[in-house]
């Protein structure tokens, strides 16, 4: 506690000693009012006086005179008579100040040691500038220890941050050797499925044919028991028993009224009767009838057909109905199982959901032979471990697009950034949630409810002075009749990660502040340690 009271003493010691100093240097440098130590020079009261545009040479007494004689308003640095002159503030004790000459003695104290207000006897300007000094030097200081600090922690951060990006490039390295050794197995296992499913088809095609002729024998038996009732048909449309049915006679039943605008087309006709103008017995129990049948059983309220076209949808349940359940094993899978070389993810999701593929197995119909079920149960396994090599190596592959991702990211001079990669950060206003996903999304989420408005994705690093001042991003949700929205994040040197504030300057633009120890980088320059001239 001593030694911090006898620190405190020193330094007002010090101060006092540099202003006394300063004050030496001033009475001993002669000057005008208005003008600076280093320009004192230019002002030699033994001389005539030569503006500094070189437009006019004039004698030493005409300077703050309170009438401009030169152009560019060097003869009179103390008044207001110029009005593109400057004044100088020497604010001893504090920072030095240049003031447009029309603030000279308009009754405002803007210089802290009050020199521009030397007229104005009535207004009392009160010199604050070693106060105001004192305050810039501790808050100064508190930067400097705050940098300090800060520039230890940003090391660890590069440190932490080049030691990701290793580790990154080694996974890749390692993903890269898995992907050739998997896309080898895949190559093997597919040639392993392909000949599976060869003998599977062959062993299958006894059971497809015999399948294929009870269908045909259970149509036939349909056939023969609906026959009487197509005749009936038949004979009650041939008005004119000419033992032909054609499109006039049909266009006379509205049963035919496919569209329901109250007339049979000619179209309509034809389609009824597969797209002749007339048939006979034979062809309409043979292809007329499968298409008439759906539209009898609806006007008599037996049968509601299936969305989309009537006589169609009659045909396509028909022969669904008639489908060998075997023949989905030569398509095991293919449904939920993308090609390797696919769209992206994204693309892949928008995709219409597809029903799963069941291999067969000894308990499904139809029931097969011994040795045929070993031949179906032998595909099957094949055609599971080709789908399980294909999902490692498009899983291979999604690692190996996000690392590249990854390293492709600009996290500093000294990948002091990285630490930042994969962390949220949150700020609450009176209205929304603020949530800044580093070099990766901004979210601006309202507190009465869960819907999220994107506010950019990452672009890049927009800083003048310093690149890494600025983190942008851009694409986010469009305003309702505006531009699509962005932010920009203005990074500053803090002892933590924080979000310190979050406005909209502009419509759809927005502005984050976010303090963090990897923005602490210490200056190289000796621009902080630049003495004033009047000290």
């Known amino acids: 506690m001593r030694r911090q009271l ?69 003869d009179e640095p103390g008044t207001s008579a110029c009005p593109n002159g400057i004044f100088y503030c020497t604010n001893a004790g504090h920072t030095p100040l240049n003031l447009d000459s029309s603030r000279v003695n308009d009754g405002v104290c803007d210089c802290c040691d009050g020199s521009d207000e030397y007229l104005n006897m009535h207004l009392k300007c009160t010199n604050n500038c070693f106060e105001l000094g004192q305050t810039a030097r501790e808050e100064r200081q508190r930067q400097a220890e705050l940098l300090k600090i800060g520039s230890q922690i940003r090391l660890e951060f590069s440190q932490k941050g080049i030691q990701l990006k290793q580790e990154k490039k080694e996974k890749l390295n390692d993903l890269q050797k898995q992907q050739t050794e998997a896309e080898y197995l895949l190559n093997e296992k597919e040639g392993f499925k392909k000949e599976a499913e060869e003998l599977e088809g062959k062993f299958l095609e006894h059971y497809k044919k015999i399948e294929e002729e009870e269908r045909k024998k259970k149509e036939e038996e349909e056939l023969e028991r609906s026959r009487p009732e197509m005749i009936e048909t038949f004979n009650k449309y041939d008005s004119n028993q000419d033992g ?22 000619e179209d309509e006709a034809k389609f009824f009767l597969n797209e002749e103008t007339s048939v006979d017995l034979e062809t309409f129990i043979k292809s007329c009838w499968v298409r008439i049948k759906p539209f009898l059983m609806i006007e008599a309220g037996t049968f509601k057909p299936p969305a989309g076209d009537n006589g169609e949808a009659d045909q396509e349940q028909t022969a669904d109905a008639t489908e060998p359940e075997h023949e989905e094993v030569e398509d095991l899978n293919e449904k939920e199982h993308p090609d390797i ?28 032979d011994e040795e045929t079920q070993k031949v179906v149960d032998a595909a099957n396994d094949a055609r599971k471990e080709y789908y399980s090599a294909k999902d490692t190596v498009n899983n291979i592959k999604s690692e190996i697009k996000d690392i590249e991702r990854y390293l492709e990211i600009d996290f500093g001079s000294d990948d002091e950034y990285a630490i930042l990669e994969g962390s949220s950060f949150e700020y609450t206003d009176h209205e929304y949630i603020y949530k800044l996903y580093p070099f990766n999304k901004i979210i601006q989420q309202p507190k009465s409810s869960s819907l999220e408005t994107h ?81």
């Open 244 to 265: 032909f049915v054609d499109i006039s006679e049909l266009q006379s039943r509205a049963t035919f009224d496919r569209d329901r605008n109250g007339e049979v087309s």
């Open 455 to 535: 506010l950019g994705t990452w672009s890049d690093w927009i800083g003048t002075q310093d690149k890494y001042s600025i983190m942008h991003y851009t694409n986010g949700h469009s305003c309702w009749n505006g531009p699509q929205r962005s932010t920009k994040v203005y990074v500053t040197c803090g002892s933590e990660n924080k979000v310190t504030s979050v406005s909209e300057p502009s419509k759809c633009e927005y502005q984050f502040d976010f303090t963090t120890p990897a923005a602490c980088k210490e200056q190289t320059n000796d621009s902080e340690n630049d003495v004033h001239d009047e000290l």
């Open 341 to 368: 070389d696919g769209e992206d993810e994204e693309e892949e999701e928008e995709e219409e959901p597809q029903e799963e593929v069941k291999p067969v197995s000894a308990n499904s119909s139809p029931k097969y």
């Open 6 to 74: 006898l620190t405190i003493n020193l330094n007002h010691y010090i101060f006092i000693i540099l202003i006394v100093i300063c004050q030496i240097l001033t009475s001993e440098v002669p000057r005008p009012r208005g003008v600076s130590l280093s320009r004192a020079s230019l002002y030699n009261p033994e001389k005539d006086f030569m503006c500094f545009d070189g437009s006019l040479t004039i004698p030493f007494s005409q300077i703050n005179d309170d009438y401009c004689d030169c152009l560019d308003g060097s």
